[in-house]
């Protein structure tokens, strides 16, 4: 069974940075795909940004792109997200998730199996 644990959330200044991390445990094949998710109040859970585990290239959401970058350290089996020149609208719950194989909807978030528990993001001044 995979498991995903999130961890690397809090409060941040605008403009700041913060890096997330996801454990991943339990997954059985390279042939993976691992994705960031974000959800605010009162709003729908929405995609950020999505890799293969091995090779292609990671793809963002357009809100996103230029500030934030999804990484994985192998050795780890860690996925990390890292957040820049961050903005008030950022502020949500932040989840990591996976699923083997690839889409070509890797931003719809019915595509993924396995999910992290969540950690929450806060940008303020």
């Known amino acids: 069974q995979v498991q995903l644990v999130e961890s690397g959330g809090g409060s941040v200044q605008i403009g700041g940075s913060l890096r997330l991390s996801c454990a991943v445990s339990g997954r059985e094949s390279s042939d993976y795909t691992m994705a960031w998710f974000r959800q605010a109040p009162g709003k729908e859970r929405e995609f950020i940004t999505a890799?293969?585990?091995?090779?292609?290239?990671?793809r963002y959401a357009d809100s996103v792109k230029g500030r934030f970058t999804i990484s994985r350290d192998a050795a780890k089996n860690t996925v990390y997200l890292q957040m820049d020149s961050l903005k008030p609208e950022d502020t949500a719950v932040y989840y990591c998730a996976g699923r083997y194989g690839y889409s070509t909807n890797y931003y719809d978030r019915t595509g993924y199996a396995y999910w992290g528990q969540g950690t929450q993001v806060t940008v303020g001044s």
């Open positions: 890799r293969r585990w091995v090779g292609s290239s990671p």
